[in-house]
């Protein structure tokens, strides 16, 4: 008998998560947990865009990341309608690829970097460089030379090293580039720790408590080679608290009137980074990038009257709620095995080489039965991955049809955002392609890694 089956939980699971679908309706699409181009189509595969998934797995074979496109360019024209006087820098770490990067710009989107790699990326697909911010907290000379030479719009600035760095590549150039610079606000968002940037202790930025963050204006303004636009925080990422943002608003503000005390010097920019959360499990309720627009305004404003600053140009970075709901992941089932009395194990032809994020953050994922639909009594199952590794999981928990067997196909949504981008060889499992789907048509737009890519770079 297969374990786990809906009402007969064991194990370590203690009981139903709570944000799991009711067992029953495991053919069900939460809406807003898929790409909004995705329905179960007449016989019973899921299809994006009209493309049944199984004529994708045919073609590209599986593992692939499947991308409605519509849905990111919706996503990216939301963001843009309600921030329609600020600048929306899509952060590319979420995924980056040169398809993407046109997409974003015919958007009317700008770009966020943070490696050379990134940047190149970027180039390549002819974004235009004014609209590119380039971040990180170790930008090599090389890297910050690229960025001068391609003049990209904004360097955010991140140690005390950088500054100086950037300024003699700058004089050495006769140039003089813009820059943010980063402050860490000291901020506890309620996110994982490890994807939380602005509490006091970690290595982004300069610490507005300690001091450095109004060091470093003051030495910049006081050089005179850079041209400090502005200040930026970035408090985390999947935050869906506003009182965050609220409090980092009210302390880099704070310290803009500062500067502008000290200096005589009103900076006109404001970046309030990125890090809107995203729906991954019926508990999520991320906020409409209009009403996220309404709240962030409404704090800088009052900010602003306190401080009588006069308002700042805003940008915003969001990477996860472009890309993230825009991809889902589709599997082929290679194995389905019960551990009797404890759980039922189906094991899928990626794991955490394409997805590190349960194993890395302990985070939640959906999955659904994607190749036809079924009958069958729901079971709780766990969708593993196939690496040599036992935190190798894909989906913690997952009510599956109990029929679910090897050949079939598993999707998992909400896959777009720091996946691709994290994947690794791990196992010498090559990397899957990235497929975009759009008004019934396919295209690759990444292609599958191969074993030949592989063996290419093992010269020895
Ligand atoms: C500086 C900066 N901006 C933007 C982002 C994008 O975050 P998210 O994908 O959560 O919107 C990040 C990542 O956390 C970041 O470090
Ligand atoms: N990689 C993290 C987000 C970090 C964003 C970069 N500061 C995640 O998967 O959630």
């Known amino acids: 008998m297969r374990a786990h089956e809906a009402g007969a939980l064991h194990g370590d699971i203690g009981s139903r998560p709570p944000w799991l679908r009711p067992p029953g309706d495991v053919n069900a699409l939460v809406p807003q947990l898929w790409p909004r181009n995705v329905t179960r189509a007449a016989d019973g595969a899921l299809a994006v865009a009209g493309l049944s998934v199984r004529d994708l797995a045919a073609e590209y074979g599986t593992p692939v990341y499947v991308l409605d496109e519509d849905d990111l360019r919706s996503r990216c024209r939301e963001f843009r309608a309600a921030f329609p006087d600020e600048d929306v820098y899509y952060a590319g770490k979420a995924f980056l690829c040169r398809a993407v990067v046109r997409m974003i710009a015919e958007e009317g989107m700008f770009l966020d970097v943070c490696t050379g790699g990134e940047l190149a990326t970027a180039l390549s697909a002819g974004m235009p460089p004014e609209r590119i911010g380039f971040h990180g907290n170790n930008k090599s000379v090389a890297e910050l030379s690229r960025a001068l030479d391609a003049g990209v719009g904004r360097i955010i600035l991140d140690s005390f090293t950088e500054i100086d760095r950037l300024t003699a590549l700058a004089r050495e150039r006769g140039v003089r580039p813009q820059v943010l610079i980063r402050v860490t606000v000291g901020v506890e968002a309620h996110t994982h720790e490890f994807i939380a940037t602005a509490h006091e202790d970690q290595k982004f930025g300069f610490s507005l408590a300690g001091g450095a963050a109004a060091a470093a204006a003051f030495k910049v303004i006081d050089e005179d080679v850079l041209e400090l636009r502005g200040l930026h925080s970035h408090i985390g990422s999947q935050i869906f608290d506003a009182s965050g943002f609220e409090v980092s608003a009210r302390r880099v503000l704070g310290l803009q009137a500062q500067i502008r005390d000290a200096r005589g010097v009103e900076l006109p920019e404001l970046d309030l980074g990125g890090g809107f959360g995203i729906a991954y499990t019926t508990q999520d309720d991320p906020a409409a990038p209009h009403d996220l627009a309404k709240r962030l305004r409404k704090i800088v ?154 063996l290419a770079l093992d010269v020895g």
């Open 301 to 454: 404003d009052g900010e602003c009257a306190a401080e009588k600053l006069a308002v700042p140009h805003l940008s915003i970075e969001p990477g996860r709620a472009i890309v993230g709901p825009a991809v889902f992941t589709l599997y082929e089932v290679g194995t389905v095995k019960d551990v009797d009395g404890i759980r039922t194990y189906v094991s899928v032809d990626g794991g955490m080489s394409d997805n590190i994020r349960t194993a890395l953050y302990d985070a939640s994922y959906s999955a659904t039965v994607a190749n036809r639909a079924s009958s069958a009594e729901p079971l709780l199952a766990r969708v593993v991955g196939k690496h040599c590794e036992s935190g190798d999981i894909v989906v913690k928990d997952e009510f599956l049809p109990a029929d679910v067997q090897p050949g079939d196909l598993v999707a998992v949504p909400g896959t777009g955002a720091y996946c691709r981008s994290m994947a690794s060889n791990y196992n010498h499992v090559p990397r899957p392609p990235v497929v975009a789907v759009r008004d019934g048509r396919a295209r690759l737009i990444v292609r599958r890694e191969t074993e030949e890519d592989l």
